[in-house]
């Protein structure tokens, strides 16, 4: 549905995006993720035909970036970080001169209008006018605009940017709702939105992909895969190694061994397991039969938070 090619573009001397190939499915939301100056608006200006590419190139849905940008932008629904509104318009009014830019028939326009009032949640201010409403308001109208003419494709830069917790929450409803009818790049710095949201991620740093996959491939991939956290009382050491031998238990790291002995006595082992396996109830079962005063025994996931922070200390590191 989006297939990126050897994507490059240079402002000068500067390479802002160097050589990008990926792919999104058809109905896949996808999250591209980057710290700031990464190369992601760069990115989706080249996808939406807003700025050329210097090399390589891009299809949306079949249609060539550079050669056939009147399908692609056809193809597109594009919602800008900053969604430029005509603020003295009233939403219908606003999506209908939309509309008609586009040059929908009358009626088509009007189905549609309906639909994407419905369904982006702007019933109750169908009437008023664009100045007078709230940012997340505001940002529905934006995205009742770019869901306007059916596109298959939608690319949201930043959407809940700027928007209080509720509205936040109906946004990303609303994304996740829309994957599956189409297909979504969801632009963004906020790694619990993409959690929240995306099939897949694609983590994009100093104009080039450093990672690509499902938030639990990325996390598997840095070995970031759950933790078993049990808390109970006993001797480091030999917890550590009782434990070490239950069935599918990879290794047991203890969190405060020193700590505890000025404390209660308690320690908590960090244990991890050999992948797709379950060890939590052969270690309660352990615990019991050396009769360890147990506190605690919970399975702590790693976040994707926690693998992007890994994944650029690494990076750094290697000098990229
Ligand atoms: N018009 C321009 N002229 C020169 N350099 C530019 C221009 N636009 C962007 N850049 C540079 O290209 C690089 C990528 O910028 P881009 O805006 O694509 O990053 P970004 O990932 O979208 O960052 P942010 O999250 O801060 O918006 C940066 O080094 C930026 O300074």
Known sequence: MISVSQLTKAY??????????????????????????AGKSTTIKMLSC????????ATVNGYDIFHQSEKVRENLGYLPENCPLYTDMRVREYLDYRGRL????????????????????????????????????????????????????LILDEPTVGLDPSQIIETRKLIKDLGGDHTVMLCTHILPEVEAVCDRVIIIRGGTIAAQGTPDELRDSLKMQARVLVELKGSADQVSKVLGNVAGVQNVEILNGRASAGSDGFITAAIRAQPKRDVREDVARTVMQNQWPLREIRLEQASLEEYFVKMMAAQATKGG
């Open 102 to 153: 586009r040059k929908m028939p009358r009626d088509l326009r009007k189905s549609r209008i309906d639909y994407v009032i419905d369904r982006c949640w702007l019933e109750k201010v169908r009437d008023r006018v664009i100045g007078q409403l709230s940012k997340g308001y505001r940002q529905r109208v934006g995205l009742a605009d770019s869901l306007l003419h059916d596109p298959p494709v």
């Open 12 to 37: 000068g001397p500067v390479l802002a995006v160097d050589h990008i190939s990926f792919d999104v499915p058809k109905g896949q939301i996808v999250g591209f993720l980057g710290p700031n100056g």
């Open 50 to 57: 807003y700025l050329p590419p210097t090399s390589g190139g």
